[in-house]
């Protein structure tokens, strides 16, 4: 199988342009879930997706939204970019059965800097 | 508040030196432990999942353990190709989705 797909590996945006990062989970996973690192807050919880719906969202500003697709392809959209923005952004991909979730896997990430 | 405290945050092995490293959760309801080892630039993997207080997997030169506040990562015998960053993370029944909390993670080196 695939892995979890990122694209583009690379980014760099100015301050105040808006960003679009795309995420293809594993295939069969319906859960995509995103994470923003850095290196003074760790991993922390941007929100997940599930067959089409947002399930849980993080303690993020409404700059950062997302979506998922109907073959669970995600994107996640980041709007009016600050300096603060710049992070290695992960995707994690899940089963979800018997009522609960599988282990994440994760993608490569996507590096965005913001300048 | 559910949360997650690893420690050290750095550690610097000989080749051979084993040790241990720990993940101390704070969680309304597990409904997972996972560990995963990240190195630079890329995205972490998925190393093990535990789910309830004594169990134990293993891979190689690791061993991850799990009670009821805590798990270890035990490295048997390490080689510089163990040097990354480990990271823990958490499922809590609270969020009831796929929702991970990770800690800050510890970084091993691992020398020749």
């Known amino acids: 199988k695939a892995g979890v797909t990122q694209t583009p590996r690379y980014l760099i945006k100015t301050r105040g342009q808006q960003v679009t990062l795309s995420c293809s989970p594993i295939s069969g996973h319906r859960s995509v879930s995103w994470y923003q690192q850095t290196p003074g807050q760790g991993l922390q919880f941007l929100f997940e997706?599930?067959?089409?719906?947002?399930?849980n969202k993080g303690n993020f500003p409404g700059r950062f939204s997302g979506r998922q697709f109907s073959n669970s392809r995600s994107e996640m959209n980041v709007s009016t970019l600050e300096l603060g923005d710049s992070a290695l952004y992960l995707c994690?991909?899940?089963?979800?059965?018997?009522?609960?979730?599988?282990?994440?896997?994760f993608g490569q990430g996507t590096r965005l800097t913001v300048v | 508040e559910d949360q997650v405290t690893q420690s050290p945050e750095a550690l610097r092995l000989q080749e051979g030196e084993s040790s241990s490293l720990n993940c101390s959760y704070t969680?309304?309801?597990?409904?997972?432990l996972f560990w995963y080892r990240q190195d630079p630039g890329k995205g972490p993997e998925f190393l093990f999942t535990?789910?309830?207080a004594g169990e134990e997997k293993e891979k190689e030169r690791l061993k991850a353990t799990l009670t009821k506040k805590e798990s270890f990562l035990h490295i048997t015998a390490p080689k510089p190709e163990d040097s990354a960053t480990y990271l823990c993370?958490?499922?809590?029944?609270?969020?009831?989705?796929?929702?991970?909390?990770f800690g800050q993670g510890t970084t091993l080196q691992v020398k020749p």
């Open positions: 994690a991909s899940s089963e979800h059965r018997d009522r609960s979730y599988t282990e994440a896997f």
């Open positions: 993370a958490v499922r809590a029944s609270s969020s009831n989705t796929g929702k991970l909390i």
């Open positions: 997706y599930f067959s089409e719906t947002q399930r």
């Open positions: 535990l789910y309830s």
């Open positions: 969680v309304s309801g597990l409904r997972g």
